[in-house]
Each structure stands twice: as C-alpha cells, then as structure tokens.
T-cell receptor
Framework: GEDVEQSLFLSVREGDSSVINCTYT??????LYWYKQEPGAGLQLLTY?????DMKQDQRLTVLLNKKDKHLSLRIADTQTGDSAIYFC??????????FGQGTELSVKP | EAGVTQFPSHSVIEKGQTVTLRCDPI?????LYWYRRVMGKEIKFLLH????????ESGMPNNRFLAERTGGTYSTLKVQPAELEDSGVYFC???????????FGEGSRLTVL
C-alpha cells in the first residue's frame, strides 16, 4: 500500500545538526522529496533525490537514500532557529501524485 | 509570475453547510492536484486533474466532495454538506508536466463547527 512514515517531533539546539528520518513503501518511486512548511505558509520544496542516487548535498542539506531499506533521511547542518518548521517526506507515484508522511516538527532552541 | 493561489485562506462554517474552495494554478500548468491535511496527520492526496479531466480521483473521501476544473484553468472543491471531520488544511498544487515539480499554494484552512 501507499505509506510514508516519519517521527513526529525533533528538538535540537541551535548550531547542532538535525536528522529527520523517513521510511516509504513503494520501491518503484523515481523521486523522493523533502518539503518544508513554516507556520502559516504553504509547502516549499526543499530538495529531492532521484532513486538511483545514494546521497545528495545542497549547501546545509544532505539527503541520504537507502533503497534496500526504503529509508530516506534529511540532515540539516548548523541548524538555525529559522529552520524551525514541519518537514514532510514524500514519494512520487506513477501518474504524478505525491504520497506524504505525517510531517516532523523541528524545534530549534537557541 | 504569480504562484498557485488559493481562496479563501480560512473558512469557518457550521456542520451541514456548504463551502467552496478555489485554486488558481500557475498559468500554463495542465496538472492540478488537491491535497488535504487533517489535524496534524499526513498530507493526503485527493485528486489530480489534467486540464479539465479527472486523471485520478482515488483520494476523494466520499460523495460530499465535488471537484471541478471547467475550461482547464482554475479549480473548485466543494464540500456539501460539511462534517466535523472535514476540518483541515486543503492544499492545491500544479505542475507543467505530469512528473514535473509541484508548486503548492498556501492552503485553505477549513474549520467545521
């Protein structure tokens, strides 16, 4: 079935690294995504990874993909208070629709 | 260029009433999607239009929900009659091609009392 799982909360101190984890079910997904939702705002695409890649780095963001275990993670280096938001993992199904996880609320303490 | 716009941003109605949400996709985007997030749960797919045709409506919860996209431009999502469990944030997204990047609106928050 279609299922993406994430832990609900993560709290870190400013300057630390944050790691948000996600598991998914469809091994045929071609792309996996991380979206960010700040309070009162819409969904912003943060980064994505193609399914034949293991890792993608984009400035402070590192995405790791373990296709065998269907595990995706997002690491944010030097986490800032402005990174406080809800982070959604999503996989892309055939036909274009995204299946999202529940979202991980990241709280960054000064 | 304008992004995806949704209206209203917040609607409060009583159980049994009707609400219509509107989404204006990015101009030229044939693909339009509706999603919903209920009470801190996952964002769930509702349906997908390609131009004016419903490509996939497998996520529509029941027949109280009616989505239209006449002329293949903006879309409306009508809930009639609304129930308490329909409360949540309804997101609209559009893309130029079927596997292209999805651009999301800011969402319409629906509160049913």
């Amino acid at each position: 079935g279609e299922d993406v799982e994430q832990s609900l909360f993560l709290s870190v101190r400013e300057g630390d690294s944050s790691v948000i984890n996600c598991t998914y079910t469809d091994s045929s997904s071609t792309y996996l995504y991380w979206y960010k939702q700040e309070p009162g705002a819409g969904l912003q695409l943060l980064t994505y990874i193609f399914s034949n890649m293991d890792m993608k780095q984009d400035q402070r963001l590192t995405v790791l993909l373990n296709k065998k275990d269907k595990h995706l993670s997002l690491r944010i280096a030097d986490t800032q208070t402005g990174d406080s938001a809800i982070y959604f993992c999503a996989e892309r199904y055939q036909g274009g629709k995204l299946i999202f996880g529940q979202g991980t609320e990241l709280s960054v303490k000064p | 260029e304008a992004g995806v716009t949704q209206f209203p941003s917040h609607s409060v109605i009583e159980k049994g009433q009707t609400v219509t949400l509107r989404c204006d996709p990015i101009s030229g985007h044939d693909n339009l999607y509706w999603y919903r997030r209920v009470m801190g749960k996952e964002i769930k797919f509702l349906l997908h239009f390609v131009k004016e045709s419903k490509q996939d409506e497998s996520g529509m919860p029941n027949n109280r929900f009616l989505a239209e996209r006449t002329g293949g431009t903006y879309s409306t999502l009508k809930v009639q009659p609304a129930e308490l469990e329909d409360s949540g944030v309804y997101f609209c997204a559009s893309s130029q091609i079927i596997d292209g990047e999805l651009f999301f609106g800011e969402g319409s928050r629906l509160t049913v009392l």
